[in-house]
């Protein structure tokens, strides 16, 4: 996470991998100095309470996961867990593809539109935060719907009674997730939203 903030999470990742035997402190200044790494810079955050933070919100997130072992991923809410192959990897992502496509052209015919002409980005989906503000539905669902959303917005509220009534009709097929979007020319949006969240925290 030090060298991240550097820009260097993944040379130092194959670093660490590569002398898992040698991960005491000496050592990953070493590994720093390798990397030509803002020495200083790089010591204050290793040793820094926001470093610390981040690393237990990252262990939070996985608690709530349900994770116990590693390396455990993800694929369209399907766990896998330990090393993979190439082969097997890309068996467990195609066993997963046609539910989640089937899902997805039902989702279109049930709303009459057409299919979207292509999908998001992965690697924009992977940045999405992993502690939605809200979320319904099963985390293995083969269909997830991510909304973004403003309290004080005419046409979210608009949106809530057909989604609401999706959901009712798909029941543990879909997965909603809700993350707080207020826009900034609505003047109490923000402070709506933060409303949502403090009841959620009951």
Not at 42 to 68: H, N, Q, Y
Not at 181 to 193: I, K, Q, V
């Amino acid at each position: 996470l030090a060298a991240g903030r550097q820009g260097r999470y993944d040379a130092m990742a194959e670093l660490l991998y590569a002398n898992q035997k040698h991960l005491d402190r000496d050592s990953l200044l070493a590994d720093a100095r390798q990397l030509h790494l803002d020495m200083a810079r790089f010591r204050r955050d290793l040793d820094s309470p926001a470093i610390a933070a981040e690393l237990a919100a990252d262990m939070d997130e996985a608690r709530a996961f349900g994770v116990t072992e590693t390396p455990t991923s993800y694929v369209e809410g399907k766990t896998i867990v330990g090393e993979q192959t190439s082969e097997s990897l890309v068996a467990a992502i195609q066993a997963v593809e046609a539910p989640a496509k089937a899902a997805a052209a039902q989702v279109a015919a049930d709303q009459q539109v057409e299919p979207p002409a292509a999908a998001l980005d992965p690697a924009v989906i992977a940045q999405l935060p992993l502690k939605p503000s809200a979320e319904q539905g099963p985390a293995n669902a083969p269909l997830t719907i991510v909304e973004f959303t403003d309290f004080q917005c005419p046409y979210c509220k608009a949106a809530v009674a057909p989604l609401e009534q999706f959901l009712l009709a798909h029941g543990r097929q879909v997965r909603w997730v809700v993350h707080s979007f207020p826009l900034d020319f609505h003047p109490d949006s923000e402070l709506a939203n933060e409303a949502a969240l403090a009841a959620g925290e009951q």
